[in-house]
T-cell receptor, first 110, second 115 residues
Framework: GQNIDQPTEMTATEGAIVQINCTYQ??????LFWYQQHAGEAPTFLSY????GLEEKGRFSSFLSRSKGYSYLLLKELQMKDSASYLC???????????FGAGTTVTVRA | SQTIHQWPATLVQPVGSPLSLECTVE??????LYWYRQAAGRGLQLLFY??????ISSEVPQNLSASRPQDRQFILSSKKLLLSDSGFYLC??????????????FGSGTRLTVV
């Protein structure tokens, strides 16, 4: 089974940087994912880490440490449209199931 | 390219009524298919997943069931809805192997309100 923890809410100013942490415990780790979900919409894929280190994709970066069971999503140059819920998800070897954390609601203020 | 269709977008059903939500995927074959539910302000809970026609795995015991009558069709059903079945239901697909896209692709979701 999975135990995935992330903060409930974060607030930041437009143009700033925000880091969303995620810790997990799993018996069969096979990748960590970050999704963005705007209110009332389906989640959309942001990033994927399976090896330790940093993956950068434009304004978004994701980091993974498998030994520590830890990941973070870094959002730079925040824009108002980045206000959303960010979901951390861990994939198991078994049938590639994804288990999700409860999500972190990020509010970007002008 | 692959697309996933889910319908209806919204649904209001009385307690005790039946339910049928449908999801279809185009542009791929033998996908892994998943049904998730998201209660208001909560995370995504995996309900069912399928790795092939007629193969259904249930994650959470409840009054819901799932079927996969065709390779790219996944159906979520209930004979009698409960108030606690209200939520945002999401279908997702993934390539059956460890190939890109590595993550799930979600349908647009069905918002179900049981009254």
């Amino acid at each position: 089974g999975q135990n995935i923890d992330q903060p409930t809410e974060m607030t930041a100013t437009e143009g700033a940087i925000v880091q969303i942490n995620c810790t997990y415990q799993t018996s069969g780790f096979n990748g960590l994912f970050w999704y963005q979900q705007h209110a009332g919409e389906a989640p959309t894929f942001l990033s994927y880490n399976v090896l330790d280190g940093l993956e950068e994709k434009g304004r978004f970066s994701s980091f993974l440490s498998r030994s520590k069971g830890y990941s973070y999503l870094l959002l730079k140059e925040l824009q108002m449209k980045d206000s959303a819920s960010y979901l951390c998800a861990v994939r198991e070897w078994s049938d590639y199931k994804l288990s999700f954390g409860a999500g972190t609601t990020v509010t970007v203020r002008a | 390219s692959q697309t996933i269709h889910q319908w209806p977008a919204t649904l209001v059903q009385p307690v005790g009524s039946p339910l049928s939500l449908e999801c279809t995927v185009e542009g791929t074959s033998n996908p892994n298919l998943y049904w998730y539910r998201q209660a208001a302000g909560r995370g995504l809970q995996l309900l069912f997943y399928s790795v092939g026609i007629g193969q259904i795995s249930s994650e959470v015991p409840q009054n819901l069931s799932a079927s996969r009558p065709q390779d790219r069709q996944f159906i979520l059903s209930s004979k009698k809805l409960l108030l606690s079945d209200s939520g945002f239901y999401l279908c997702a697909w993934k390539d059956s192997g460890d190939r890109e896209p590595y993550g799930y692709t979600f349908g647009s979701g069905t918002r179900l309100t049981v009254v």
